[in-house]
């Protein structure tokens, strides 16, 4: 399927197939997570976001998230069958904690696919994290390849009946910076697209995450809501986005 074009299609728990445009999906993580903009999303979407979270401690503590138009997790994954569900990883936590925290969430869920959300890393620790571990696995959560292969790995052995892939929200982050040092890119710094150590603005920023979890979704790319972004930047970051889609199908099945 061509997931450009919005055409991925999900097997639901009474058999029927349902396109992702019109699926029920359900986001947890933390304000990388509000960072992709989950009410803009299509379909039947629900979230629960606590801000600056590591996994372990949303699963821990669930009872009071700090975006108050959450749905408890326990509640939404227990009473409601979604067919994609996107988990963010963030700093404070390990593999091992990892592995079991996304098990934990999805014990109840045997038929939705899971999108393992990388979020990013904080500005100034980027191009480091990128660097020193794109290309090695690792105990401890960094923003690198790595670490998401390790886990996608852990989760794929434990559930081998379950679909697992990742969105590629960091790898677009190095797409821009690669533009950048070769001189191809409409933005100056990568910090351009933050909006203080870690988040990004509202504009940029945002368009490009929110279409990142788009694509990790299966949906459509959209601009609702963008309309201050200039065309030729709308344009520029189309392109990264394709890159990161690309390099998506081409990499690992990861």
Same mark, same amino acid.
């Given at each position: 399927?061509?997931? @450009? ?16 445009? *019109? ?35 949303? #699963? ?6 700090? #975006? ?10 227990? *009473? ?5 569900? =996107?988990?963010? #990883?963030?700093?404070? =936590?390990?593999? $091992?904690?990892?592995?079991? =925290?996304?098990?934990? @969430? ?55 009946? %379950?679909?697992?892939?990742? =969105? ?12 950048? %040092? ?49 065309? %030729?930047? $709308? ?11 690309? %390099? ?7």
């Amino acid at each position: 399927m061509n997931r @450009l074009m919005g055409f991925l299609f999900v097997l639901v728990s009474a058999g029927s197939i349902v396109s992702a445009e *019109e699926g029920k999906v359900f986001l947890l993580g933390n304000s990388l997570t509000w960072d992709t903009v989950p009410a803009k999303l299509d379909g039947d979407v629900q979230w629960h976001v606590d801000c600056g979270k590591s996994l372990p401690y949303i #699963v821990d503590n669930p009872s009071d998230p700090c #975006v108050k138009s959450s749905t408890l997790w326990p509640k939404a994954l227990q *009473e409601k069958q979604y067919d994609v569900i =996107s988990i963010q #990883v963030h700093y404070g =936590s390990t593999l $091992k904690e990892d592995v079991a =925290s996304v098990l934990k @969430l999805i014990e109840n869920q045997p038929n939705a696919r899971v999108v393992i959300h990388t979020g990013w890393a904080r500005s100034i620790e980027r191009s480091a994290e990128w660097s020193n571990g794109s290309n090695a696995s690792s105990v401890t959560m960094k923003h690198h390849r790595g670490y998401f292969d390790a886990l996608l790995t852990n989760l794929r052995s434990s559930r081998p009946e %379950q679909e697992f892939s990742r =969105s590629y929200a960091m790898d677009l982050l190095q797409v821009v910076a690669t533009d950048i %040092q070769s001189g191809e890119s409409r933005i100056g710094s990568v910090n351009e697209l933050y909006r203080d150590a870690i988040h990004m603005n509202v504009v940029t920023g945002r368009y490009l995450m929110h279409n990142a979890m788009r694509d990790a979704l299966g949906q459509q790319r959209s601009a609702s809501g963008f309309e201050k972004l200039k065309p %030729q930047i $709308k344009s520029y970051l189309d392109s990264v986005l394709d890159r990161g889609l690309n %390099q998506e199908k081409t990499s690992s099945g990861n």
